[in-house]
């Protein structure tokens, strides 16, 4: 960017041009959220996450990201007991992962 242009002044026809950029993201967005929220709550959508036959590794690792989402969650309420049991879950997870990982 040249001196010239970080001094520059927006002018109202600069303004009116980025108003509707943004306006219209915002309007994409929005767009996006209702259509995702509408196919998240359809039936159909939760039979085409149940028919992608994911392997073995691949729900391990989504079975690791939930466990260690757990585990703060217990962690930040103190629940040690829960703790010590998604651990030996997390311990378990990861050695289903390792043998992927040779």
Do not use: P
Request: charged share 40%; with cysteine.
């Amino acid at each position: 960017m040249t001196k010239d242009n970080k001094n520059k002044i927006m002018n109202e026809s600069d303004l009116n041009e980025l108003s509707i950029k943004i306006v219209s993201r915002m309007v994409k967005l929005k767009s996006m959220e209702d259509w995702f929220s509408h196919v998240n709550e359809s039936s159909e959508s939760w039979k085409v996450y149940e028919d992608l036959e994911l392997d073995e590794e691949a729900t391990a690792f989504g079975e690791l990201a939930k466990l260690m989402t757990l585990m703060d969650i217990c962690k930040q309420d103190e629940a040690y007991e829960k703790c010590a049991i998604i651990k030996n879950r997390i311990d378990e997870t990861r050695k289903i992962i390792k043998k992927y990982k040779k």
